[in-house]
RNA sequence: GGAGGGGUAGCAAAGCUUGGCCAAAUGUGCAGCGUUCAGGGCGCUGUCCCUUUGUGGGUUCGUGGGUUCAAAUCCCACCCCCUCCACCA
């Protein structure tokens, strides 16, 4: 069988009959699923193929329930990728168009085809937005996911604005948004904020900004401003470090006359600060003159070669107990005789304690580092973080710092910068992580945003109803649960708007974009309106807050078309399952249960969240650098749909990341193949009339499957076979419901085909076609969420009706009576023979000729029995071969079912002789006189080989 | 530092919630046999060590203790590895 052909036959079908395009209906008990929808920046990987696989797992299944499932899709394009994309083709950048030809190249042969949809993506934006979106549809179809395709919209459409605009303008009126001043990386040119994908090099090495504690130190008629990342060791200060041959101003800043690099005074005009420089000086003439520390201890200033005068403030105070960089600089200080005499005067002052270290930790690092200058800068930079690490966490504050003494290092950094700006001696500065330059050219500096907009989540009563909607959530796996906990218990605010990209303007303050997970919180809730807005042919300029406010909250008067769309969201609404990678638990899930706890009443919050693990490739992970992503359309094209989705269910717990190998997938591949032959030949079985003339198969006409209504040879094998189903129908069900998916795929997969397999040996041609017509449709059907193109191949084949993904999942009742707890005994006790015999062959050491199996006799039953009556296995003393026997396996003898060994071996004296090839003679002990006959015991047969 | 996950045979990976049918599923690798058998595929068998004309014995599930008639599984301590800690989507 063509896996292409079948699949594609099966995803035309499905979208052709709108399979998967449910429509309200009161009669039926609604199902609302969602998984996020994807970024419409490029390809789609196996990451996002094993979140929808497991995702159209659950949709399917809950589908055969009976329950009328939405499970829609849309786009995302919010900020500034989509953007970026468009922008570097523009600008001609070799390499973003070579990864684009290549992605539009899986879809287009004509290679002048391929170059002009890529030249047009530098023209508009959108072309990137429309074509991508339009190759992911035909990416997620590729692998049957049964999602409803008619509602699809992107987050940069006038009606999403305007549902988003709405949800800011309902956050706004509850008190959810606030503005305050807010640090971002800014390109000096562009005159804007900038991303990661503005910034050179800006996605393998990420540039945040840092915020460093200013310090100010009273010189002359002013402040020298210092910088600092450890605002703790304030009492430890020794001296000030300029570097002579850099550039100085003297500048009045907000008022206050301040002294800092030349650069950075630039940057303070940037960071909220009204900034005008007074006069420039060189960092020489400041040497040898004291200012003053925040504390009002005159220290002196020294020259520091390492200061740069691109970072932070330029200057540098020195804290020689706790910084390596400070003593080794002191150090070398003190072999240069203009500074010797000053510097030598200064001892280090502790102020920390941290375990393991003398009271001056900077000088153990750097003997027991063996650090000899201010050039090994990479050693200096390792000793400094470990100390930082160190004290940060571990430290104790000392004496010196006096009414800090005694305090955590990590509480006195806080306590010590508040005391200080109190004062009015400590500011904040904010630097770049490292120096960046924008695409542009220009540089980036850390700037300030005087009024960036914030989601406020500690605003009154919010944090208090999210965690209530959490508590009530399902969970799956559960151990997320804690961490959703702590994610909401430190949650604070959170920049919800920047100044470019696509999205959505802010609806009070137009300037804004909607950050772009930010507006992706609540829009589960559109999914289940935007059908019936262009139904009713709204346009956006209607959706007016008043109308969103009618329709989702039920406020206000409304008009017929807002009724019938409010209807619509009360149908479908709440969520009910939300399934995504467990990456998005920080941020995405998080912000979702806010948006919906903030502005929804309760009855409307979600339902459950189930998660996915990571996807790697041959055990590494993957990434665009070490060029093994693995494309879903390489997948749908190379593995096949069907084959992926039981690889991908099979092999991993939702938990566990999943490992994406081509040898295990080949070998699952045979596996499945197995699968198909054995449906290939029920299929044709079931079709068959019965041979033996008894009774006639009667094809009831419509119905799915011919019905025996012959007396059913009770054959022990297929009440064995149905028996061992009826289980794995159950089962699989159940597994499903308890979110185990890959306890499901292995159930209704792998067990149920080695329990095929284990029939087929056995099985006559009769019992075969009684399997055929009684199991195949029914495995079919639970094999159906996990494999759905073949399942729908062989439903149909067998005639079932309409498509096998809208048959209903085998109720109980369906299975009723199978089980047969004395047949699987009976096998299992088969299967223990032949192992036994397995065992004995090779012991023998000659070519059998005919076997003899000799059953216990009565009186041996009886013995054997009173063995059994024992409590403990201790308790049974003798030495006899039965005793001994018994004893070793005493518990798992003690549940032993008993069978009619001479009746069961008898009957399968066929199978025996042909699967070892010699006539088999069954014996019971008391009638025979064969040497070996003592060593036959109830459930183990002697046997003996001739 | 905080939170979470994990250490099982050559490798990968189940099992641990609910202790005993666990020398431990499954796949892969390796070996043998078979197959109208070039290869591949398919089928069967074996794959911790020892032993064997009889279904046996020994030692294993990170390390060390403990509970129990019984521990991969429960408890305690220790060692090692991995992930996440945001404003990038």
Request: hydrophobic share 40%; proline share 5%; net charge neutral.
């Amino acid at each position: 069988m063509d896996f292409k052909t079948v699949e594609a036959k099966w995803q035309n079908a499905w979208a052709e009959q709108k399979a998967f395009e449910p429509e309200t209906d009161p009669k039926r008990a609604k199902f609302f699923f969602t998984v996020p929808y994807p970024y419409v920046s490029g390809s789609l990987h196996v990451g996002h193929g094993r979140t929808y696989a497991v995702g159209d797992v659950f949709a399917r299944f809950k589908r055969m329930q009976g329950f009328n499932v939405l499970w829609p899709m849309a786009f995302h394009i919010t900020g500034t990728p989509v953007l970026a994309i468009s922008s570097k083709i523009a600008d001609g950048d070799a390499a973003t168009i070579q990864l684009h030809t290549d992605y539009v190249s899986v879809y287009e042969s004509n290679p002048a085809r391929v170059t002009q949809i890529v030249q047009s993506f530098g023209t508009d934006p959108w072309n990137v937005v429309n074509y991508y979106s339009g190759k992911l549809v035909h990416d997620f179809s590729r692998m049957g996911y049964s999602l409803d395709l008619s509602r699809q919209f992107t987050t940069g459409d006038a009606e999403y604005n305007r549902f988003v605009q709405w949800q800011f303008h309902t956050y706004k009126g509850n008190g959810f948004i606030t503005q305050a001043a807010y640090p971002i990386p800014y390109c000096v040119r562009d005159k804007n904020a900038v991303g990661e994908d503005d910034i050179k090099d800006g996605d393998s090495d990420p540039v945040s900004v840092q915020t460093f504690v200013g310090f100010k130190f009273a010189y002359e008629d002013g402040f020298l401003v210092s910088s600092t990342l450890r605002p703790d060791t304030v009492f430890g200060i020794t001296n000030m470090f300029v570097r002579p041959d850099a550039t100085y101003v003297k500048a009045s800043v907000d008022g206050q006359v301040l002294y800092v690099s030349q650069p950075f005074a630039e940057k303070m005009r940037l960071q909220n600060h009204d900034v005008k420089v007074l006069s420039d000086l060189k960092g020489a003439d400041l040497l040898g003159k004291n200012c003053t520390t925040p504390l009002g201890k005159t220290v002196p200033i020294l020259p520091g070669a390492f200061v740069e005068p691109d970072h932070a403030t330029g200057l540098v105070h020195s804290v020689p107990a706790h910084a390596p960089f400070d003593l080794v600089a002191l150090n070398e200080l003190k072999k240069d005789a203009k500074w010797k005499s000053i510097v030598e005067k200064i001892e280090p002052i502790p102020v920390i304690l941290a375990p393991g270290y003398s009271d001056v930790p900077a000088r153990d690092l750097v003997e027991r580092m063996k650090i000899a200058n201010l050039k090994e800068k990479g050693k200096l930079d390792k000793a400094t973080a470990e100390l930082y690490k160190k004290e940060f966490y571990e430290g104790t504050m000392l004496p010196n710092a006096k009414q800090f003494a005694g305090m955590k290092a990590s509480d006195a950094k806080e306590k010590m910068t508040e005391w200080l700006k109190t004062k009015g001696m400590a500011i904040d500065i904010f630097e770049t992580s490292r120096p960046a330059q924008c695409r542009c050219g220009g540089q980036v500096i850390a700037a300030v945003m005087a009024d960036q907009w914030f989601l406020n989540f500690n605003a009154a009563g919010w944090k208090e109803k999210a965690t209530r909607c959490l508590s009530q959530m399902e969970i799956f796996p559960p151990l997320y649960r804690k961490q959703f906990e702590d994610v909401f218990a430190w949650l604070d605010k959170r920049p919800c708007a920047r100044r470019r990209g696509l999205g959505t303007r802010l609806p009070f303050n137009e300037e804004w974009i909607v950050e772009s997970l930010s507006d992706s919180t609540l829009y589960m809730a559109f999914y289940t309106v935007v059908k019936k807005i262009r139904e009713e042919k709204i346009h956006a300029e209607k959706l007016t807050p008043a109308f969103f406010d009618y329709v989702f909250l039920g406020k206000g008067h409304a008009d017929a078309q807002a009724k019938a769309v409010r209807a619509e969201f009360l149908y479908w609404y709440p969520n009910d399952q939300r399934h995504t990678a467990v990456a998005h638990l920080t941020n995405h899930l998080s912000f979702f249960i806010f948006a919906h706890a903030g502005i929804l009443p309760p009855e409307q919050w979600p339902k459950a969240i189930t998660l996915n693990e990571m996807v790697v490739s041959e055990g590494t992970k993957m990434s665009k650098s070490k060029g093994n992503v693995v494309s879903l359309n390489d997948i749908a094209e190379n593995t096949g749909a069907d084959l992926f989705r039981l690889y991908a269910i099979t092999t991993a717990d939702l938990g566990a990341t999943l490992d994406f190998r081509a040898k295990d997938v080949d070998a699952l591949r045979r596996r499945l193949n197995k699968l198909f032959s054995i449906w290939d030949e029920w299929t044709v079985l079931a079709k068959e009339q019965e041979t033996n003339g008894k009774g006639k198969a009667k094809t009831v006409i419509g119905k799915s499957m011919t019905v025996t209504t012959d007396a059913t040879p009770e054959k022990p094998l297929v009440r064995w076979m149905q028996s061992k189903f009826g289980s794995i129908i159950e089962r699989s069900g159940t597994a499903i419901e308890k979110r185990a998916l890959r306890d499901y795929a292995q159930t209704a997969f792998f067990e149920a085909l080695n329990a095929a397999e284990h029939f087929a040996t056995r099985a006559t041609v009769e019992e075969k076609r009684h399997a055929a017509r009684t199991l195949l449709q029914p495995w079919v059907k639970i094999l159906c969420p996990l494999i759905p193109h073949a399942a729908e191949e062989y439903w149909e084949q067998s005639g079932g009706r309409g498509f096998a993904s809208h048959a209903p999942w085998p109720t109980p009742k369906s299975y009723d009576g199978w089980k047969d707890e004395k047949t699987e005994a009976a096998e299992d006790f088969l299967m223990s023979v032949v192992s036994d015999i397995r065992t004995i062959l090779p012991m023998v050491k000659k070519k059998p000729a005919k076997m003899t199996l000799i059953i216990a006799s009565a009186q041996k039953r009886r013995q054997y029995a009173d063995i059994l009556k024992a409590e403990t296995a201790d308790q049974i003393t003798g030495d006899s071969f039965m005793e001994n026997f018994v004893r070793k396996r005493f518990y798992e003898l003690k549940h032993a079912i008993a069978v009619d060994e001479t009746a069961i071996l008898t009957q399968s004296r066929a199978y025996l002789q042909t699967a070892f090839g010699v006539p088999f003679d069954i014996v019971e002990e008391d009638a025979t006189d064969n040497p070996r006959k003592e060593k036959a015991l109830p459930g183990k047969p002697a046997v003996y080989v001739e």
